[in-house]
């Protein structure tokens, strides 16, 4: 029998299941699928590409109708803006549990659609309805699409030794917003209001849709960023290696060079994650020209985003390596997230304190 275990499926299924199979052969489809790749993108026409992304419509009815459907947006969003293009559409399928009433759907949608507004995405079409058998906060899947110039594209695949490797925002950003949105008393508790409140402030911050507009308008390939990834499952560490393996190259990376904000490292510590492999949607990955990698952190500053560079990319074939104060260590993905076992424990603490009282 099967392990059971949630998240995304490991590279080796993934390699002997869905990337031996991929239906027809298409001579537009110019990536494919690949695991650690975000997008895929097609020629829609003579030099024009079309980058698509699908993911589930992930809402937590907990955290507000409006900070919900904000979250499930960019979600969707970041994937897309990875390729550098800009975006442009989504296809929206909402399979919602029986329980929700029309206002809260109404709340719900207004605030999704004010989110797609904000970041220029035109919803082109959907379904909408209730069934049986659905749950939060998996409700639904969606696509994304981004759409530009052939050659102005990026993806995963396209970094290249020599080149500068930058980290947006710090490690852990989701996996410390999500514990601070949903057990904000009991944290509290353990490490104070001002922690708490500084980690549920990055609930806002859970995107990387502002960091990869500015990749656009900085330069994209020769021009500046050569590979953008966003980090999710696996954090900072899993989206470093998942770079290096799609592109086929090696990293060395400084471990004190990756930013660990205070509240990221508290939560942390108190919930037993380790912020460099924890869930981090809202970081970004990018591969930088190395005489540009400064110029594009100042041009993030700008805008008001954190980032650093943390290392270079090496040759091709290279291991990954992870340089710390005690001496130098494989960098390796390190496979199933902690976030979700960390979540999971206290999410059945609280109900078993809730059943008791």
Known sequence: MSEQRTGKVTP?????????????????VLVGPRH??????????????MALTADPVFIVPAYGWRRAAWFAAHILASDAATSGLPLRWMAVDLNL??????????????????????????????????????????VGGAVCMASGPEDRFVTPEMARPGDAVVVTKGAAI??????????????????????????DALFERMTVVP??????????????????????????????????????????????????????????????MDPYAAISEGTLIATVVPHRAD???????????????????????????????????????????PFWGAFGRWAEEAAGIAEAG
């Open 12 to 28: 080796e299924l993934f390699e002997q299941v869905i990337h031996r199979r991929l239906g027809a052969t298409d001579a537009d």
């Open 36 to 49: 650690g790749v975000d997008v895929g993108v097609v020629r829609v026409a003579d030099g024009v590409a």
């Open 97 to 138: 549990p029986p329980e929700i009433t029309d206002e809260e759907l109404t709340e719900l949608w207004e605030s999704f659609h004010a989110a797609c507004e904000g970041m220029g995405v035109a919803i082109v079409t959907g379904h909408t309805a209730r069934y049986d058998g659905c749950t939060w906060p998996m």
């Open 174 to 199: 989701e996996a410390t917003a999500l514990f601070a949105a949903t057990f904000p008393e009991r944290l509290t508790r353990a490490l104070g209001e001002e922690t708490v409140r500084a980690a």
């Open 211 to 272: 960091e990869a507009d500015v990749a656009r308008r900085f330069g994209l390939r020769e021009e500046g960023v050569t590979a953008m990834h966003d980090a999710t499952e696996g954090g900072v560490f899993g989206g470093l290696t998942e770079v290096a393996a799609a592109s086929g190259v090696g990293m060395r990376i400084e471990l004190e060079e990756i930013p660990v904000r205070p509240e990221v490292r508290a939560v942390c510590e108190h919930t037993g």
């Open 295 to 337: 110029d594009f952190v100042a041009a993030l500053g700008a805008e008001g985003i954190e980032a650093a560079v943390v290392g270079e990319v090496t040759g091709r074939g290279d291991p990954c390596v992870l340089v710390t104060d005690d001496g130098e260590r494989p960098l390796e993905h390190p496979g199933l997230d």
